[in-house]
């Protein structure tokens, strides 16, 4: 799929105009609020803090971006919980430094007019919960038996 600069800037001042109106949402499973801050949306155009995503993934992301807080406000159930504890930049003491602390990531599926999508919503020790991530599709694979598999999630929810 070919992306065009002008397509591309488009999907992203309207996914990125609408994120800002978004604030947070009541998440039915979690019994909590839900808060859709900065970090989510650089997640959406970063993998990692300095990395860049692909324009096409971005574009895919920020495309299906407007579903994230449906699925939020409709999940009754959780299909993917993770908690490890890693290195998280902080901003302490008006500098940036990495601290070694608990987090927590939901993971709620959905399909919504015809969008299969994964939304992850994370939380780190001693903060509230906020969207981290949303994933389009998944892939399917053959499984020992010969069947198809689907394949949700691979990796490191943290990158996803």
């Known amino acids: 799929m070919v992306i065009s600069d002008v397509d591309f800037e488009d999907v992203k001042n309207k996914a990125e105009a609408y994120y800002k109106t978004i604030g947070e949402i009541d998440c039915p499973y979690l019994k909590d609020k839900v808060l859709f801050n900065a970090k989510g949306l650089d997640h959406i155009k970063f993998k990692e803090w300095d990395k860049a ?3 096409q993934d971005q574009y895919v992301r920020l495309r299906l971006l407007k579903i994230a807080p449906q699925v939020i406000s409709q999940s009754h159930t959780l299909q993917e919980y ?6 998280e930049r902080q901003k302490i003491n008006s500098r940036w430094e990495k601290r070694l602390i608990t987090v927590r990531y939901y993971g709620f599926v959905a399909i919504i007019n015809s969008h ?3 939304v992850i919503v994370k939380e780190i020790e001693g903060g509230g919960k906020f969207f981290w991530s949303l994933i389009p599709f998944w892939k399917t694979r053959k499984g020992i038996d010969h069947k198809n ?6 990796g490191d929810l943290e990158a996803e």
């Open 116 to 118: 299969r999508i994964k």
């Open 82 to 87: 993770f908690e490890t504890s890693r290195f």
């Open 149 to 154: 598999q689907k394949i949700l999630h691979e």
């Open 53 to 55: 995503r692909s324009v």
